[in-house]
């Protein structure tokens, strides 16, 4: 079945961050947030799953080490689940009152990790995300990427930093970063492969260079794309 997807009209700006786990998402999403702000353009930063109060109740079933018989299909529904209340209440307002949103994960996680890992199939998994999301998709999609292993030592060692600090004495890995070595290379190759069928929207940057390195590309590629929208109030923002 051919599912018909609404391209919803909004002055705001949508990014997400996707990637393979400890490439610094969230390092970088700190950077960008910063940047916007001071830019004075107003910026939402918001997370899948887990959004949305119901979200966040999604996530703790989604990440819950302990849900080792969460089949396939129930793990992408809890997924779209997430992500059809996400757009409804967070994203969708804040873009349609003109502000960027800034999003750790969105739909192409699960055309990586259920579509492509988990075998599901990439057509189902681009045919749900449009019905979840009623067609929003970013104006840019963001792979940080990295070789698995670089990624994987990174969140063992920010727990390993969190514990120290007692940040947080039960931290620990969640379920996705449970899986083995050889998932995550999966997931790699499976961005890479993504990036190439949509090079317009899905960019790669090479997030195993310094946290600097990285910080610049990301800007770079950023004001390239709004520059890209000339006329709009954003970039006359981003200009000063
Ligand atoms: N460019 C970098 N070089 C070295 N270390 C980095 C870099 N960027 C982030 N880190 C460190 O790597 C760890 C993981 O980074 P971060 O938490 O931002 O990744 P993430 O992609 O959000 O991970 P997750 O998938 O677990 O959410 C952190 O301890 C962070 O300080
Ligand atoms: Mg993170």
Redesign the pocket.
Known sequence: MKLKSSKRSNSGFLISFE?G???????QIRHLVKYFTDHNIPVVLTLEPGGTKIGSKIRKILLDPKNTEISHRAELLLYLADRAQHVEECILPALKAGKVVISDRYADSSNVYQGICRKLGLEWTMALNDYATDGLYPNIAII?DIPEKIGLA??Q??IL?QKFNHKSSNAQLDRM?NEKVAFHKKVRQGFLLLSKKYPKRIQVIN?A???EE?KSAIQKLIRNRIQKMKGQSLWKKLEQ
């Open positions: 990637g786990e400890g490439g610094g998402k969230s390092t940080l990174r969140v060692q920010r930093t970063e997030a260079l310094s946290e990285v």
